[in-house]
């Protein structure tokens, strides 16, 4: 399915009875499930199971297109929700799928687009752009002000602080219900938070300090180590 969306729009939440892999032309999308947060830059896609409840934003002008997959149909593909890199092959075979009827041939050219589909899902890399959300209910709520309001300068002790407890309770707490450490999990949160702001065409000035970061260099550094690309490099490669 090929579809388009305006900047701001908002998905509400649904599911669907097949896993989906829905890929980002153009634009970024911000997935949001129970489980967390999975975002969706322009080249990459997410795989989302079936009947996972799930709502979209969307950022910059977005051109989506939407593969929808039976359920067991292949054993070795995914089964949580994930970020893929999508490959050149894997881009056009999807632009072509659009174009196929839903009663296809088996046997024919697109049947054999539909398995090639599925062969680059499987072997396809997956990318750590995910925020994962404890289930424990203090600290979610705590992690809800966080991406709620990323620019807050927060510490360790300012959360233990704040849920009565000391610092080492929190970092072990953050460990066992996201599994990583608390700075980590902010640095990806300000990384991911940040992608839709550059998609809707913000300044890598107004990103840094709207995310708690000093200065336009701090952030590049902290976005370079995670993606491998400058934030302006990353802006050129989507244009």
Same mark, same amino acid.
Request: cysteine-free; proline content about 3%; aromatic content about 10%.
């Given at each position: 399915m090929a579809t388009r969306h305006p900047h701001g729009e908002h998905i509400a939440a649904h599911r669907h009875a097949r896993a989906q892999l829905i890929h980002a032309l153009t634009g970024v999308l911000t997935v949001i499930s129970a489980e967390g947060s999975w975002v969706v830059p322009s080249g990459r896609a997410v795989w989302m199971p079936e009947n996972v409840e799930h709502r979209i934003r969307i950022a910059g002008d977005v051109? *989506?297109?939407t593969i929808y997959v039976a359920p067991g149909i292949r054993p070795d593909l995914p089964t949580g929700c994930e970020v893929i890199e999508v490959s050149a092959l894997l881009r056009e075979a999807i632009i072509a799928a659009t174009g196929i009827p839903l009663d296809y041939r088996d046997g024919g050219r697109d049947h054999r687009i *539909? !398995?090639?589909i599925l062969d680059e899902i499987e072997v396809a890399p997956r990318l750590g752009l995910h925020v994962p959300l404890p289930r424990n209910a203090h600290l979610l709520r705590l992690c809800e002000w966080m991406i709620a309001e990323p620019a807050e300068p927060v510490t360790l002790d300012d959360l233990a602080a704040r849920m009565h407890v000391s610092g080492r309770t929190v970092?072990? &707490? +953050?460990?066992? !219900? #996201? @599994? *990583? =450490? +608390? @700075?980590d999990w902010r640095r990806r949160m300000c990384l991911l938070l940040s992608l839709p702001r550059l998609a809707s065409g913000a300044s890598i000035l107004e990103v840094s300090l709207e995310h708690g970061y000093l200065s336009p260099s701090a952030f590049s550094a902290m976005f370079r180590r995670? &993606? @491998?690309? =400058?934030?302006? !490099?990353? &802006? #050129?490669?989507k244009a």
């Open positions: 051109a *989506m297109r *539909m !398995e090639l970092a072990r &707490l +953050f460990h066992r !219900e #996201v @599994g *990583m =450490s +608390f @700075g995670s &993606l @491998g690309v =400058s934030p302006t !490099e990353y &802006l #050129v490669s």
